[in-house]
Nanobody, 123 residues
Framework: QVQLVESGGGLVQAGGSLRLSCAAS????????MGWFRQAPGKEREFVAG????????NVADSVKGRFTISRDNAANTVYLQMNNLKPEDTAVYYC????????????????WGQGTQVTVSS
């Protein structure tokens, strides 16, 4: 049973930073990928960044490129999302999700999801 547990969300002022963590368990993830998504009220779930467990290859959405960085710790089965220079429009519930091999940007392509962590950026 795959389990994903996010942590690290909170309230931060614009320009501040947060680091989200996603701890994965329940299988060997070497052939899997991990994606971070976010969903603001009334909006569709949006791709933020993804990473391949095997070689660390990443894909980052243009909307956060240069501010957000995704990384992983294979030994800890944990993926991180470092978010710098946060803006009020980054306010959302952030989710991690996992699937095999590829890193699609469509949230419907992912098989397993965490419960989400709230990020609120005040102006």
């Amino acid at each position: 049973q795959v389990q994903l547990v996010e942590s690290g969300g909170g309230l931060v002022q614009a320009g501040g930073s947060l680091r989200l963590s996603c701890a994965a368990s329940g299988r060997t993830f070497s052939s899997w990928t991990m994606g971070w998504f976010r969903q603001a009220p009334g909006k569709e779930r949006e791709f933020v960044a993804g990473i391949r467990w095997s070689d660390g290859w990443t894909n980052v959405a243009d909307s956060v490129k240069g501010r957000f960085t995704i990384s992983r710790d294979n030994a800890a089965n944990t993926v991180y999302l470092q978010m710098n220079n946060l803006k009020p429009e980054d306010t959302a519930v952030y989710y991690c999700a996992t699937r095999l091999v590829t890193i699609p940007t469509d949230y419907r392509a992912y098989n397993y999801w965490g419960q989400g962590t709230q990020v609120t950026v005040s102006s």
